[in-house]
């Protein structure tokens, strides 16, 4: 048995390598060297703006321009900071009407690679889309923006960034083939900002009055999935994020918000924006229950905004179109390649698995997740690398065998293989010294019944575990995060993957009877897991009892034992094991 642990180690390397191999097999055509704008074009007849993506990166880092917001403190005086870096974004971009490229006081960039992905009509990761080149955004439901709002509407944003963050974008992209997220590293006087505009009006939205237009080409009505029209949404909401050396305490960013206000007298309306506050970390571990004694201490709300705005969770840093389940800081951390943690928490996950999202601060450069690499707060980042390699599976038709490939060559790269080679060898020293654990005496009548019982309740298992398996890490870390509920947040990935192999592979050895009582341990485990999650969840007793009834019967299983007709009985004959 170590000769054969040696020896699979040794191939490691050589296996790896011939996986590759065939992942690259029948992709040799070449991309276009310049990025696609967008994925539509608009309706005949149209002879409005077109947009054009921003796309001249600087291919060396520029010269140090000014930064006015580091003689303001941001902890100490939050709101002016904030104005500050506003009042930078908007330097030459009003006289462009916002597009970036014409700016005479200094360019701004886009992130390629929104114009695109395989679910064309999902409502948040929208295509860009051709007009202003605006991408969906989570949409507004009844009563979020305003009382008045009876209906759910939809809110579409655009993205840019300025020069010292633009040249990062161009590394990262500088070979569009092959993008390289290791590039990822934003230096001090980064920023970004993201505009959304809302399909809502004044009449439902009263502080939108007089808000500023924008012609985009998007759905008719927010229940809309297929046709598009060209019509004007108006500016909801503005989100800004430097990279603050003050911050590297938190996360290294500086996050602000600010929202349209209508009462605010200027007649310059993008004069009109309230600024809702600014955050530089992620408030590790405080919950609804717990700030309201510990407070907030990272994060700045203005009072203006505090009884007029649904704010992210445990009142923290949130703009009106935002997941109230999440913020800004706790979002933006998940941005890595692979992106594996979803940016937002469930609405139906209980506080400790929301907990996962909120139990630390990640520093710029960091992940969230071992295994992964940091695209340091650039969710733009992460969809658009996400969206060419979707694009890329899709138009080179993978073959059943490269699909394959990719899974077993993640098991390899993240030390997946490790626990299913300490469970082996477990196993077979397991029958080998302890043989007696494997096979249990039975009554001869038993034999077939349990047998059909064995075998019914193992191909479900294997049905209902094999899509886990295939999910990959994405899938294992939402697997893992259940285990919140037991306090570990660490490894996911891991605690998933042993979770979707235990279906999966314990439905094999149900079927076979092969060790037959170790899989009924881990299987008892992971209904253990899945119980708590629904109870720690609030689930109703009929959306739990499905898993606490598969508990119940997994217990039953380890107690009689495989029975006569399985290959246990066969490999680890006993005295005792013998049929009466």
């Not at 005496?441 to 294997?462: E, S």
């Not at 609030?538 to 598969?550: K, N, P, Q, V």
């Amino acid at each position: 048995m170590f000769k054969l642990s040696v020896s699979f180690l040794k191939k490691s390397l050589f296996l790896r390598t011939g996986l590759l191999i065939l992942l690259i097999f029948n992709t040799s055509t070449t991309f276009s060297q310049v990025f696609p704008d967008t994925y539509d074009t608009p309706p005949a007849g149209y002879t409005g703006r077109f947009f054009k993506l921003s796309q001249n990166y600087p291919s060396t880092p520029p010269v140090a321009e000014p930064q006015p917001w580091l003689k303001i403190d941001f902890k100490t005086h939050p709101l002016e900071y904030l104005q500050c870096v506003y009042q930078y974004v908007l330097d030459g971009n009003i006289d462009c009407d916002w597009v970036p490229q014409n700016n005479t006081v200094r360019k701004w960039y886009h992130a390629p690679w929104m114009h695109w992905n395989d679910r064309p009509d999902n409502v948040v990761t929208g295509r860009r889309e051709c007009v202003s080149g605006l991408t969906r955004e989570r949409d507004s439901h009844p009563h979020e923006l305003h009382e008045l709002q009876y209906n759910s509407v939809q809110n579409w944003a655009i993205g840019m960034y300025n020069p010292a963050a633009g040249y990062i974008i161009g590394q990262v992209w500088q070979d569009p083939q092959h993008p390289n997220p290791a590039a990822a590293h934003f230096p001090y006087g980064s920023v970004s900002a993201k505009l959304l505009y809302t399909d809502a009006d004044s009449s439902t939205v009263p502080y939108l009055r007089g808000s500023p237009e924008r012609e985009v080409y998007v759905y008719s009505h927010v229940s809309e999935t297929k046709k598009r029209v060209v019509k004007k949404l108006r500016l909801l909401q503005l989100d800004v994020v430097v990279r603050d050396q003050r911050a590297n305490d938190g996360s290294g960013w500086v996050f602000g918000t600010l929202i349209y206000d209508a009462a605010i007298a200027n007649e310059n309306p993008w004069k009109r924006m309230l600024p809702v506050g600014i955050s530089w970390g992620n408030d590790a571990g405080i919950n609804p229950i717990n700030v309201k004694t510990s407070g907030l201490h990272e994060t700045y709300i203005n009072p203006q905004v505090k009884n007029r705005l649904k704010l992210g969770w445990a009142g923290r840093l949130n703009g009106p179109v935002d997941n109230p389940n999440s913020s800004c800081v706790s979002c933006h951390s998940t941005a890595s390649y692979p992106l594996l943690m979803d940016p937002n928490p469930d609405d139906n996950m209980s506080e400790s698995e929301r907990m996962n999202w909120f139990k630390k601060n990640i520093r710029s450069g960091e992940t969230s997740i071992k295994g992964t690499t940091s695209l340091d707060y650039s969710l733009q980042l992460s969809t658009g690398i996400k969206n060419f390699y979707d694009w890329k599976k899709i138009n080179f038709n993978q073959t059943f065998l490269q699909k394959s490939a990719i899974k077993v060559n993640w098991i390899l790269s993240n030390g997946m293989w490790i626990p299913l080679l300490l469970v082996f060898t477990l196993f077979v020293f397991g029958g080998k010294y302890f043989s007696e654990i494997f096979v249990n005496q039975q009554q001869q009548t038993l034999q077939l019944a349990l047998l059909v019982f064995r075998i019914a309740i193992g191909v479900l298992f294997i049905i209902h575990g094999y899509p886990k398996m295939m999910n990959g890490p994405a899938g294992w870390v939402r697997l893992g995060q259940s285990m919140a509920n037991y306090g570990i947040y660490s490894f996911p990935m891991f605690w998933g993957f042993m979770s979707a192999i235990a279906e999966f592979g314990g439905g094999i050895l149900l079927v076979l009877g092969l060790w037959f009582r170790p899989a009924c341990l881990l299987l008892i485990t992971n209904m253990s897991v899945a119980s708590i999650k629904h109870i720690a969840s609030g689930d109703s007793f009929s959306t739990a009892s499905h898993a606490i009834e598969l508990l119940f019967v997994f217990i039953f299983l380890l107690i009689i034992g495989p029975g006569k007709h399985s290959i246990d009985t066969l490999l680890y004959p006993s005295s005792k094991s013998k049929p009466h």
